[in-house]
T-cell receptor
Framework: GENVEQHPSTLSVQEGDSAVIKCTYSDSASNYFPWYKQELGKGPQLIIDIRSNVGEKKDQRIAVTLNKTAKHFSLHITETQPEDSAVYFCAAPNFGNEKLTFGTGTRLTIIP | DAGITQSPRHKVTETGTPVTLRCHQTENHRYMYWYRQDPGHGLRLIHYSYGVKDTDKGEVSDGYSVSRSKTEDFLLTLESATSSQTSVYFC???????????FGEGSRLTVL
């Protein structure tokens, strides 16, 4: 099955600076890589995803990059704001996309 | 709003007692999932369902059983709760078009 590793486990950045979270995966057949954001007391929510036919995808201040050769993908948040403080999870599919395997999460804190 | 409700939202129970958590969806989605969330482990899949009466194990299924007798309900049962099952449990449904997971608000279970 898929193995997903996520780093760092905690990250603190000054408001306005950029944050980068990295994940690696093991199954070279994986073709879908979502990122979820979890705010305190709530369930995770999809914020961006990328499929293996592209190397980068952007949505306003959020971007995801994918390197299929190295089997890693990253979340980039620019111009960070206090509302970006949350736990972020990467994920990769398992067994034909029926299941998602999640990373262990990154707690991002934006320092005002 | 993805139309997912979990019940109960909070439960405290004693070791050895049976516990059932309920996930209810109003969206008529085929795939439903139960994850547990623990510090340092992220989200780990317990069981999932791909249709009425069709279920399969995830990576941490020992000590748990599930049932799906109707499309809208997915039940997670701990036959004899143990302290190691103290966790936050999340139900999720998979969007039919995009494959995105929509999570419920979570059920916090404490086993004393």
């Amino acid at each position: 099955g898929e193995n997903v590793e996520q780093h760092p486990s905690t990250l603190s950045v000054q408001e306005g600076d950029s944050a980068v979270i990295k994940c690696t995966y093991s199954d070279s057949a994986s073709n879908y890589f979502p990122w979820y954001k979890q705010e305190l007391g709530k369930g995770p929510q999809l914020i961006i995803d990328i499929r293996s036919n592209v190397g980068e995808k952007k949505d306003q201040r959020i971007a995801v990059t994918l390197n299929k050769t190295a089997k890693h993908f990253s979340l980039h948040i620019t111009e960070t704001q206090p509302e970006d403080s949350a736990v972020y999870f990467c994920a990769a599919p398992n067994f034909g996309n029926e299941k998602l395997t999640f990373g262990t999460g990154t707690r991002l804190t934006i320092i005002p | 709003d993805a139309g997912i409700t979990q019940s109960p939202r909070h439960k405290v129970t004693e070791t050895g007692t049976p516990v059932t958590l309920r996930c209810h969806q109003t969206e008529n989605h085929r795939y439903m999932y139960w994850y547990r969330q623990d510090p340092g482990h992220g989200l780990r899949l317990i069981h999932y369902s791909y249709g009425v009466k069709d279920t399969d194990k995830g990576e941490v299924s020992d000590g748990y059983s599930v049932s799906r007798s109707k499309t809208e309900d997915f039940l997670l049962t701990l036959e004899s709760a143990t302290s190691s099952q103290t966790s936050v449990y999340f139900c999720a449904i998979r969007g039919s078009r995009t494959g995105e997971l929509f999570f419920g608000e979570g059920s916090r279970l404490t086993v004393l």
